[in-house]
C-alpha cells in the first residue's frame, strides 16, 4: 500500500475558500480518479514561521504503478486548478510512503 502524502500550507486570507474547496471539490476529484481508496485530510498543529495554516492529505493508492498513473493522468489538470485558484497563497509538497505495517489496539 502507498500513502501520497501531500502537505499544504494556506494563507489566511484565502484558508476558508480553500478548505471548503478541498473538502467539497477536489479530494472528491482526486477519489473519482479511481486511483486511490480513501483520503484523510489532517491538520498540522505547529505554527509555521512563515504563517498560514498547513494540512496534510494522505490518499491511499494500491501500488506505486497506480500512483504513477496518477501522475501520469490525471495530476497536471488537478494541480491547475488549485494553482489557478489560490496562486502563490498556497505551498505544496508531496511525499510517497509505503506502508510497511499497521497497529491497532486490542481491546
Known sequence: MILYNVTINIQESVHDQWLNWMQNKHINDVLSTG????????????????????????????????????????????????????????LAFRTELEMVAEFFQVN
Not at 512563515?50 to 490518499?59: F, R
Open 35 to 90: 486511483k486511490f481508496s480513501s483520503a484523510r485530510l489532517v491538520k498540522v498543529l505547529v505554527e509555521e514561521e512563515m504563517g498560514g495554516t498547513t494540512y496534510a492529505i494522505q490518499y491511499t493508492a494500491d501500488s506505486k504503478e497506480t500512483l504513477q498513473r496518477y501522475y501520469d493522468e490525471d495530476a497536471p489538470r488537478l494541480r491547475e486548478e488549485g494553482l489557478r485558484l489560490f496562486g502563490d497563497k498556497m
